[in-house]
T-cell receptor, first 113, second 114 residues
Framework: EAQVTQNPRYLITVTGKKLTVTCSQN?????MSWYRQDPGLGLRQIYY???????DKGDVPEGYKVSRKEKRNFPLILESPSPNQTSLYFC????????????FGQGTRLTVV | AQSVTQLDSQVPVFEEAPVELRCNYS??????LFWYVQYPNQGLQLLLK??????LVESINGFEAEFNKSQTSFHLRKPSVHISDTAEYFC????????????FGPGTRLSVLP
């Protein structure tokens, strides 16, 4: 089954404790991206990657890091989480510049206290 | 840069009634237009898209949207809704030059009442 898998689905952490949210896709897609979803703001892009070792900032990259060492994986790293990073995070993948749909993971709900 | 406006944050409607979810966008270049649906506790799923050609596009579950270039709108409609259509709906645009970098609207929560 074609899918984008995020882990964990739910996470509560404390301010300043480094964490990683993993994202993996099994569709051999070149393009992957991370979004955060906040009430009234929709989804905003954090980072994206057009292929292995190629990453770039989206609209709200501050406080986040990513890496793309393998085509299938695109982890999101919060080096020092803060309460304003409490949000619902989505990973998505698609064929690069494809006009068809992007596939989204089921989301990770992160709470930073 | 693009932006997307969804004027209605919540739309309650009775089952079997028609519904329209509004979407307006601004962009200095031509864009692709999308509607995504998010059911409770799930990720986003593509509902329909406009890339070019016919301005009226349809989904497999009875939704349709019409691209209106002069009004920069892409409203979503369904003539008769079901309880199962209860979800959050996101309008999005992308710049064809940059692949799948979507700009999403804030979303409209559709609640279908029995």
């Amino acid at each position: 089954e074609a899918q984008v898998t995020q882990n964990p689905r739910y996470l509560i952490t404390v301010t300043g404790k480094k964490l990683t949210v993993t994202c993996s896709q099994n569709m051999n897609h070149e393009y992957m991206s991370w979004y955060r979803q906040d009430p009234g703001l929709g989804l905003r892009q954090i980072y994206y990657s057009m292929n292995v070792e190629v990453t770039d900032k989206g609209d709200v990259p501050e406080g986040y890091k990513v890496s793309r060492k393998e085509k299938r994986n695109f982890p999101l790293i919060l080096e020092s989480p803060s309460p304003n990073q409490t949000s619902l995070y989505f990973c998505a993948s698609s064929r690069h510049r494809d006009k068809t749909e992007a596939f989204f993971g089921q989301g990770t709900r992160l709470t930073v206290v | 840069a693009q932006s997307v406006t969804q004027l209605d944050s919540q739309v309650p409607v009775f089952e079997e009634a028609p519904v329209e979810l509004r979407c307006n966008y601004s962009s200095s270049v031509s864009v692709y237009l999308f509607w995504y649906v998010q059911y409770p506790n799930q990720g986003l799923q593509l509902l329909l898209k406009y890339l070019s050609g016919s301005t009226l596009v349809e989904s497999i579950n009875g939704f349709e949207a019409e691209f209106n270039k002069s009004q920069t709108s892409f409203h979503l409609r369904k003539p008769s809704v079901h309880i199962s259509d209860t979800a959050e709906y996101f309008c999005a645009v992308s710049d064809p030059r940059y692949g799948q970098n979507f700009v999403f609207g804030p979303g409209t929560r559709l609640s279908v009442l029995p």
